[in-house]
């Protein structure tokens, strides 16, 4: 089978890695890839969002499976482009369709989703340039910290947690008016705050059933101890030490079979991830935010706990077919320890060499995220540049291993967070 990866992160070098355990899997397409992907598929320099460019790859290529990794392409519509078109029929995708894409396209869509299907989240109203006015208002009447989340995709940096009344009225102003996250901020919405430790849970679905994959828990901020700016995420572990059997059985009760039960009932075609942005607050579960593609970081901690084959997995769900495979997780511990340009998430170089990368070994995977290739240099090219993943009996063995190889790899002005795993 002939497989086409949408993406360059390190989430897709990820799915790269498992897919080749398949014996299934035949030639593996990324597009665009990055140094690491190069080394074990074959990198497509095209742009995803030209839907015409892509079917062009796809026919010339036989591709018989398209995974999509980011977010952009799925609220863009590329499954429907794919699904609707007469030529791609015999293609496989997995990935929700444009409406369901919606769940982490809109703030406002995914809260009124989870308000209509009795989903515990966080109270909330939203607000636009309209009815600023009345948001400023608003404000005055909630307590601190206030919650401000840009309605649109941000890249993971569209949420600010504010504990100053006044600076989260100009920050209102700054998102509303002085289009501060672009479009994406257009409209706001502003979320009760709520206390308690966060982590992530993922499930894949055909629309119909579903299975759970791993929990994990990821650091976002860029600085020690949670402080700083939001970035796209600079670490992860999983399994979950803090999530108990009893916790966990809430989250599907309460939140996972609703889900699933509300995509079908709203009529909202989806035939992929669905990754659930969770916070525990006193032992009960209530969700921050959907995406609805794999994370990353957390990708790189979670499939390597699948033993399934991946690949028959990707196959069912986009046939329909998942409730007849079963799947098996590995109690192995992984850790990721994301290495990132100096200046991320702010402005920060491209071009720098890289040195000292190993080799993959038993514990030990590296995952390439903004890295590209020239000659034989492999260099910076992006924000976060790589993950460093190794496997533990506990996190605390995990997390170790990663850091001895982090402190390895070198190029100018790198920079990791020294704390991940610091709360668990």
Known sequence: MNILIIGS???????????????????????????????????????????????????????????????????????????????????????????????????????????????????????????????????????????????????GKGVLIIDNLKDAKNELINMLKNNKFGASGHNVVIEEFLDGIELSCFVLTDGKSYKILPYAKDYKRIGEGDKGLNTGGMGAVSPVPFASKEFLSKVEERIIKPTIEGLKLDNLPYKGFV??????????????????RMGDPETQVVLPRVKTDF???????????????????????????????????ENYEKGNVITGIPEDTENTIIFHA???????????????????????????????????VVEKINYKDKNYRKDIGFDL
């Open 9 to 155: 992160g390190a989430r897709e070098h990820a799915f790269c890695w498992k897919l080749k355990e398949s014996n299934k899997a035949k030639d593996i397409f990324v597009a665009p890839g990055n140094s690491g992907t190069a080394k074990i598929a074959s990198n497509l320099s095209i742009d995803v969002l030209n839907f015409k460019a892509l079917k062009n790859s796809i026919l010339n290529l036989s591709i018989n499976l398209v995974i999509v990794g980011p977010e952009i392409p799925l609220i863009e519509g590329i499954v429907d482009f794919i699904n609707s078109d007469i030529e791609l029929t015999s293609v496989l995708v997995v990935g929700p369709s444009k409406a369901g894409a919606m769940l982490e396209g809109s703030k406002d869509f995914s809260k009124e989703f989870m308000f209509n299907h009795n989903i515990p989240t966080a109270k909330y109203k939203s607000f636009n340039c309209d009815n600023l006015d009345k948001g400023l208002a608003y404000l005055d009447t909630i307590p601190p910290p206030y919650v401000l989340k840009a309605d649109g995709p941000a890249a």
């Open 311 to 345: 690949l028959e997995l990707m196959i069912s769900t986009a046939k329909g077919s998942l409730s007849e495979c079963d799947m098996e997780i590995i109690e192995e511990t992984y850790s990721n320890i994301v290495m990132v340009a100096g200046g991320y998430p």
């Open 275 to 292: 990754f659930i942005g969770l916070i525990m607050v006193n032992n009960e579960p209530y969700v921050i935010e959907y995406n609805v």
């Open 370 to 404: 903004g890295t590209k290739s020239i000659n034989n240099d492999v260099l910076t090219n992006g924000g976060r540049v790589l993950s460093i993943v190794s496997k533990g009996q506990d996190h605390n063995e995990a997390i170790s291993k990663s850091y001895k």
